[in-house]
Each structure stands twice: as C-alpha cells, then as structure tokens.
C-alpha cells in the first residue's frame, strides 16, 4: 500500500501514542499497525516520519530519557549535588515508563546524554574540579545512572523491606536482619550511591597527589 501524499500525524504524535502503548499493554503489544490503529490512520501513515519499527523505538528511548529536567545550581563545592538531582530527575522519568525499559537499553544513544555534557563539563570547571576528572565523571555517571534505573525499572516496585526480594530469615538471617534494619527508600539508595561515586573520584584523586608529592619529597 502506498503511503499518503502528505502526513496525517507528526512524529511527536507518534512517538506520544507508542509510549501510551508501550505504558498500558507492555511492549509486546507494540507494533507500526497497533501504533496506526491508535493513531487513527494506517500504517503507511507512519512512514512518512519513520523508516521501521526501530527507528520509533529509538525515538521513545530518546523522549523517554530526555525527559529529565536539567536542575539549576550555581557552581562551588556543593556540585554533587547537582549530578544528584540530574540523575534522580532521569531516575524518575524512566520509572514513569517501566515497560519501556528493555528499550533504553537497545535504542538509548549515548550522544543524547553526551551533548547536554558539555555544559556540565563547564559547571564542573566552575566548580573547581581538575579537568583530569571530568571524563571519569561523567562517563561514570552515565554508566552508574543508566545501569542503576534501568535495572530498577525492570524489576517490580519495591519497598525499604523488599529491595531484596524473597529474603528467608531463617537461611539468609544477616541480610534479613539488615534489610529490617534499613531507613533509606530505593530513592535514597540511589542518591547516596551517587554522591559516594562522586565523593569518591575526588577523595582518591586527593589520595593520589599527596602519594606523588610524598614521594617526591623522599627523593629528594
């Protein structure tokens, strides 16, 4: 069947109904004529916008990700608390979606998260951070962020009880014992994890000039 002469939806339109899709059936359920039926209009529709299937995925992975808001701070030495606000707002925006999760981890392209990374880089500058850090930094948290949500928002909801789930408290005592002993939600897990990440890239790097400048020392 041809496609249409001129457009019927537009691309953000389809990419909106596929998430609605995706959200409420699961992405099984997903596919260009059950995306056409919700939108109204047949298949050959979508093609004015798209090349196939992948390519509306991608476009779901990139609005999904894009989604997080970039927090506003001033620079100085309360920057992680910035990268801790940036990633939990990503943290939020990919939970909305759940189903969509295995997507991200396909289609999700890393210059989506790489562009924006030049005016972190910036606030780092500002902040007094060595620029010898920065890419540390940054893929660091790209890695630890993505694999962190996305491997939460392929499991269920859980509470401070259940982080682990199906603990036995009489073959696994320890771990049940610390899981009663908890106060942090998964969000505040998720939270410390970056700042000890971030704390961490700059305490070893503290660490490390004063290993060279004691070595230098008793050299001489």
Do not use: C
């Not at 093609?47 to 990139?62: G, M, N, P, Q, T």
């Not at 320890?174 to 009663?180: P, Q, V, Y």
């Not at 998964?186 to 400048?213: C, K, P, T």
Request: hydrophobic share 40%; proline share 7%.
């Amino acid at each position: 069947m041809a496609r249409p002469s001129k457009p019927l939806i537009s691309r953000a339109s389809a990419v909106a109904a596929s998430i609605e899709i995706i959200d409420s059936e699961g992405l099984d359920a997903f596919s260009l004529p059950r995306l056409a039926k919700h939108l109204g209009v047949r298949a050959p529709s979508l093609y004015h916008h798209f090349s196939d299937k992948s390519e509306i995925l991608a476009a779901v992975a990139r609005q999904i990700a894009g989604a997080g808001t970039i927090p506003r701070r001033k620079p100085g030495p309360d920057w992680p608390e910035y990268f801790v606000t940036l990633s939990t707002n990503l943290r939020r925006s990919i939970l909305k979606h759940r189903n969509a999760a295995p997507i991200l981890l396909q289609y999700l392209p890393r210059d989506l998260l790489s562009r924006p990374y030049e005016d972190t880089a910036r606030f780092l500058e500002a902040s007094g951070v060595p620029v010898h850090l920065h890419v540390q930094i940054l893929d660091g948290m790209e890695r630890l962020t993505l694999g962190a949500v996305l491997t939460e928002a392929m499991r269920k909801p859980s509470t401070k009880n259940t982080i682990f789930p199906n603990v036995d408290p009489e073959t696994q005592p320890l771990l049940a014992r610390a899981l009663a002993e908890n106060e942090m939600t998964s969000r505040q897990l998720f939270e410390e994890m970056i700042r000890s990440f971030l704390h961490g890239v700059v305490r070893n790097d503290d660490v490390e000039i004063e290993d060279a400048h004691d070595m230098s020392v008793s050299a001489r």
